[in-house]
């Protein structure tokens, strides 16, 4: 039997994996991260919802993201260039070298899809 076509993005049947930024990254706060990964595919390409508490800490982009914000409000700013504060509702896309900050004012939930 084939694995069907249609997935819904269902964070009840996933459990997340729990994170943070890495300590050489951290600028300021405690922030944690809750990743629900519900599709991984042959070729890099990633989909699922991501969550992070209150901090702020350096971001450097290799790989191409879309997010769409659920819930929450951060400040992204963009190393040499303005700081956007996203909250829901928002959909945005981060690029291959994109350098700068995160930081979560209210605790953010996204949806994201990621293409290495």
Known sequence: MTAPKFLSVDIESVEPEPGAPAPDRLISGDPKF???????????????????????????????????????????????GEARTVRAGDSFVLRPGFKGSWEVLETTRKEYVIKL
Do not use: M
Not at 49 to 56: D, F, H, Q, R
Not at 75 to 80: K, P, Q
């Open 34 to 80: 809750r990743t629900w990964n519900v599709e991984e595919r042959d070729g890099g390409l990633y989909a699922g919802i991501w969550e992070a508490t209150p901090g702020k800490w350096r971001i450097e982009y290799d790989e191409w993201e879309f997010c769409h914000i659920l819930s929450g409000v951060s400040v992204i700013s963009e190393e040499g």
